[in-house]
Each structure stands twice: as structure tokens, then as C-alpha cells.
């Protein structure tokens, strides 16, 4: 029972790592654009989320004062935000107004966000003293502070028990909840999320009927892009505890969120659950108690049922659970 | 204010390049009438009411709406104006319902309501006699039902004007009179409505007054009591024009091509060819009339294979003795037996050509079965491509320029030139002289004698009547998919195959 509570504790954190970035990609999805740059903005949100109150909390230890927790969460938060937008923002810049391939553009946005996250990754280790000497303790202390003092509710002889399965998480474990019900709200309740959608369907039709498809291209992209960072975010400071590791889990989280965009059938609800399926399946190996290479083989288990799923849909032909018609492709206002 | 007029154009004129579209026309529509615009292909028609919709602008003129001058230079200005157009093709998005088409990019008040919209919808289709059920998906809509909602959009967002492109191009004649029913209604309501149509019963039984265009020019008007079909067509044909093409007479003309009954059905449900029965000669060239969209792609696609027939029979005798059924026989099946098939598309390289590829690679692309296993065959296509290059005199630095950087009168060259390499027996060609200019033309026309002297049976889909009349023997005019005749083009008039190409099949004409 224990062991089956930790699997499931441990699916809850890394589906939220995922489940933000997915978040981000579906709006960027709706509105037509295919970014592929999800891991690479997850680990600038990652690295600036870091850096960030990192250097806040030096800056107080040098004054000789204590970093208030709010403080850090806000200097983080804006931080990682601000830099994945700034990720989308070029991936808009490059994809909307000079028209490049959207695949391309995304995967070489996935290798930058890498190569400059671990580069001042790099640096910061080197600046704190060595791998695994980063500390932003304040900060780390503040997001994993658990939001509920339910956690010792039917506790069992370890110590563990649905309290501990619901309630020991950070508060961005919940935030992230939240988010998957108002973006669900916003895409399918609000007339932006109307417009929104009919960008990503049909940006002729859209374009004719007076929407600003530019605009709504970059917007979706740069919010979407900040949201989808907040999975970084949430990585190093709920899982490593506001450290450094260049170890290439983010990015592979990264791309699991592309894939759940896909088994989520670009619904955000499905992305919410689809995340903690996600997050069991990359967990299962400790659970069946597998070790070595085999580990890697069971990784690869969320692929697969995302593949089983996109061959379910493609049987099933529902128009509803097909990609936005016009995803990955630019937009040019046709001549007549 | 009822004595103003609804929209009055004065002295609009449009360019493209050096091609004027519209010149100096003055066009007036009345409020509460239904004016409709009629004109050949390429008349202008449709430039003139893109500039009432905010496509285009124009280069010189002033539109006045309900007498004031207006500037309209995006739709949500013909929008503002109360000018709502429902265009050929529809601007709809497939997953959403009725109703989101309906307010999509609108700025209103308060929340999506999806329940207050559908309520406002049905207002709306009860007042003019919609059929429209507002939380149907467009994607499972026939296309009457889409046109519906493009309607009720325009009149949702409050337009008094309306301008309808070719509303019954996808119509059955049933839907249709759904239409014209709607129409008279908004008619009532004090709506101004514009139809754009090639047929002349529909023009005489809905509207009220008829404007003609020619060539860009501003024909006149008459009040459709006043009109008949015969003096309609005249003032939309026009005088003839002579051309002076060489038309030698057919020497030995034998069947090569016999069409029975042939029928096809679009996706949609909609019949492209309507029992289409008609032969093509070899050693003649047979000409193929018809307002664009009348089935003439389809012909020519059933025949090389690649568009599903429903019912008929597409014989081909290749010589006196042999008869081959083409219908169910793969495209290369029938390339092989001598059909040969250059169809020049609104954007010229979209079909048959590769843009990209040099003259000698767009030779290879009907011979790379050819050469030996893996390993392309170059030599023959290059020696092609140089024939081609030097007897049809085109253009180009070298035979591996890209076509797409090409004048279109020598990307035409290249894509005629080498469907006759092939030494087809039947040889079908659709707007070989689009966009090309006179010389250019003839060139094209004597390529296609040359072949019919050689009894090659040369089928000839063309715009232009007066060609028609002067290049091709006989002329089948193709109508809504039917035929509506078959004429001698030496003895027939210009007026003859208008009127044919404008009139439906009586008991069609009759529902």
C-alpha cells in the first residue's frame, strides 16, 4: 500500500511538471500554432525561475536579512514566466511574421532553451561552488510548503495515507488544476476562446470576420509559452529542490507534454487526468519493481498509449478530436 | 430617405497590372429590389462586388451608400455599412456549430450565450423562412445548409444590403426556389439584394431589374418585365469579334472518343455531369463550351481517370477495329493507350507541372518508368525538352530553369508541348490559353490544327466564344453538367451557343 501511494505521489508531481506544460501548448495549439519548442521553454522557466529568487536570496544573505517566502514565490514565478514567454515570443516573431516552418522553428527553440538553460545552469554551479551547491532555499521551502494541513488524514504505519497521496504538494500542484478548468472555461465558455479556436480551425474565415489572426496567434503563443515555463518551474523547485541538474529530465518531460497535448485531444480537462496517467506510466518501473536498462523501456509506456490513442482516434473519426485544421501552418491573408 | 438610393457606384474603375477589370462603370441599386448582375466569365462581375465587400478597393471612383459617399476599404467596413456578401466559397469553420459561425468576431456585449444566440438565430429564419437549426455542426451540413448560415450571418451582423455570388452554382433546383423564396422575403423586409448568375430563367424569375457587364464595361440595365432570354444573351455576348484561326476542314473524321450517359457526383452529393452523351472525332478539334463550373473539369478528369463515375460509358477506339471501356482503368492505363490531358488551373502550375523542376525533370515526369532499374533515364527527356525548347520557341535560359519562374505563355508551351510528344490519339486540353496574349495564343491554336491534320482527335475546353467559334469543328455546350447542345461551329452564331450555355434542359428550367 505504501509503495502503491508513493507511485501515485510521485505520478502526482511529475504529471503536474506535465500537465503545465501541456497546458501551454494547447492554447498555442488552438490558435494554429504547432510549438515544438515545449521542452526548451520549459527549461528557460526552469532556469530563470532559479536564477531569479536565487540571487534574491543572496542578496538578503549578504544584507543580512531573511528573504520573505512571497517575496521569492513572486520574483520565480515572474521570472519563469517572463523568459518562456520570451521563448514563445521568438517562436512567434519567427512563425507568424516571417513565416517559418513551425517544426523546425520548435525543435531548434527546444535545442536553444537547452543550451541556455544549462549554460547558466552550468554557471550558477560554478558560481555557488560546485554541481548541486545552488540553494534557493527560501524559495523551494515556500513552494513546497504544503497548501493544506490535511496531510496526515487516514495516515497509515508510515505515515501515509490519502492526506498525504492529495494534500502534501505545493501549491503549484493545485494552481495547475485550476488552470485546466479556466482554460477549459476560456477556450470553450468565452467569445475570445471562440475566436481563439476559429484562428486555429480556419484563419481565413476568422480573418473575414474581423479577428486579428496576428494577434491572437502571438498572444496565445506568449501566454501559452509562459504557462508551459511553469512546468520548469515547478520541476526545479517542487522535485530537486531549487537546484541545478543538467540530467535531461526536463527536456524529457518537455516532450511528454507535446505527446499528452496529442492523447489529450487538445481538450485541457483530458490534459488533467491525461497528466497523472502520464505520470503513473513514467513511474510504473519502481512500482514493478524493474531495475536497470529495463527502466528505459518502460518510459517509453505514455508514447505508446499515446500512439494506441491516435490510432483509436483516427478509427473513430470524430471531427471533435482532431487536431485544429489549420495547426502548423501559416497564415497568409490570400490575395483574393 | 426612400427616394435615395441603396448603393450607387459612379465611375468605378479597377486594374490589375495592365488588365482593367472593371472601366468607368455607374451601377445603381435601388432599396427594396432585387437587381441581377449578369455577365460572361471575366466580365468583372465578381471585382465589381468585391469592392462592395472590401476585397478590393477601387483605383478610381466614389461608392455612395444610402447616398452618402463611403470609403470601404476592409469587410468589417462593408460590414459597417450594412453590406454583407456571401461569397462562391464559404467562409465557415467545420467544428463549430451554426450559431458560433454566426457570432464569430463579433464585438457584443456580455457573455457567449450560446442559448441567446440560437434564440436570435431562429428570430431571424422564422422572418425570412430559414431552415436552419443553430447547434448543427458545419461539418454535417449539406451545402444549402451552409449557404444558409453565410446568409444568416451577413443579416445576424444587421446587413440592408446583400450581394450573392453565384448562390445557385451548388444548388438543386428545389433549394434554389428555397432561395428565391428567402430572397422575395428580404425583399419585402426592404433589403436591397444583388444576385450574381450565368442562368437566365433564375435572372427572370427572381429579380427585378438586370445589369449586364462586358469585357469590364457597364452594359445597361432593363427591367427584367422588359427582358427576355434572347435579349439577354445578346446584350451579354455581344457582337462577334473575328479572329482569323485557321480552321482547315477535318479530313476523315472517325469516333474516338464515344461519352454515353456519363454521370458523376461530387463529394458533396452534388451531380457535376448529368448524363453527358456526346463523341469526339479524330481528326477534328472538338470544342467544349460552358460558364466555368459547368462539369468541364470533371469531363476531362472522368475521361483520364482520375474522377469516379457513377453511371455511363467512356469508349475509346483507338483504331477502327479495337474498343476499350476507360471507365475503371487507372490513369497510367490510359496515358499508355494514347490519352493524352493538359489542363492549365486558375494558378497554371497546379496541375501537371512541378515549379521547381527544369523542363527536362518535368519531361521525366511522364517517362521515369523508363531507364534501366533504379536509374533514371535523363538523356531521352533531355532531348525532349530541347525539341520543345526550339520548336515551340520558348523562353528560357535552359532546359533545367525552373518552369515556376517561367512567363505563363511558355510554362503553357512546356506543359501543351509535351502531352502532343506523347503522340496522343485523343488529346484534351482545357484553358490552354489562359492569361496568354494574342501571338502567344495562336501559337497554341496551331499546335492544336497540326495535331487534329495529324487525325488526332483534339478536344478543345475553352472561355473565350469567339475562339470557340473559329478554332474548334463542333461544340458540345456544357450547362449545369448537362448538355445543352451539340453545334456546327461554322454555321452556328455566338448568340446560339450563349443562350445554350445559360439554359438548362427545359423540364430542368421548368422545376
Redo the contacts between chains.
Sequence with gaps: MTQLLTLLHSSIVFGTVIMFGALGEIISEKAGNLNLGVPGIMYLGAIAGLCGPYFYELSCAEAGTTPSGAVCILISIVCAFAASALGGLIYSFLTITLRTNQNVTGLTLTIFGGGVANFFGGSLNVFAGGVGQVKATATTAAFTKYSFTLSALGANADGKGIGYLLFQHGFLTYVAVIFAVLIHLFLM???T???L??VG??P???D????NVARYKYLATCIGAGISGLGGLYYTMNYIGGTWANDGTIEALGWLAVALVIFATWRSLNALWGAYVFGIFYWMYQYIGVSGRAIELFKMLPYLVTLALLITVSMRRR??D?PP?HLGLPYFREE? | MDNVNAIEMRNITKRFGNVVANNGINMVLRKGEILSLLGENGSGKTTLM?MLAG?YYPDDGQIYVDGNPVSIRS??DS?LNGIGMIHQHY??????TAA??I??????EG??DRKVIAEKVREIAERYGFDIDPNQ?V?DMSVSQKQTVEIVKVLYRGANILILDEPTAVLTPQETDKLFAVMRNMRADGKALIIITHKLHEVLSVSDRVAVLRKGEYIGDVPTAEATQQSLTDMMVGRATTLNINRPDPVNPHPVLEIKNLTCVDKDGVKRLDDVTFTAMGGEVLGIAGVAGSGQRELLETIAGLYPAVSGEVLYRPDESTSISLLGMDPLEIRKNGVAMSFVPEDRLGMGLVGSFGMSANMMLRSWRKGFGPFLNHKDPNELAKSIWENLEVVTPSINYPVRRLSGGNVQKVLVGREIAAKPKLLMTAYAVRGLDINTSYTIYNLLTDQKLKGVAVVYVGEDLDVLLELCDRIVVLCGGQVSGVVDARTTTREEVGLLMTQFRKEEAAV
Design positions: 465558455k468565452t467569445r476562446g471562440l475566436n479556436r476559429a480551425e480556419n481565413g474565415t476568422a473575414a470576420a474581423g479577428i471531427k471533435e482532431q485544421a483574393r | 468585391n476585397i469587410p468589417k460590414f467562409k465557415l469553420v467545420d467544428v463549430f458560433e459561425n457570432v464569430l468576431g463579433l464585438e457584443e457573455k457567449l455542426k461539418y
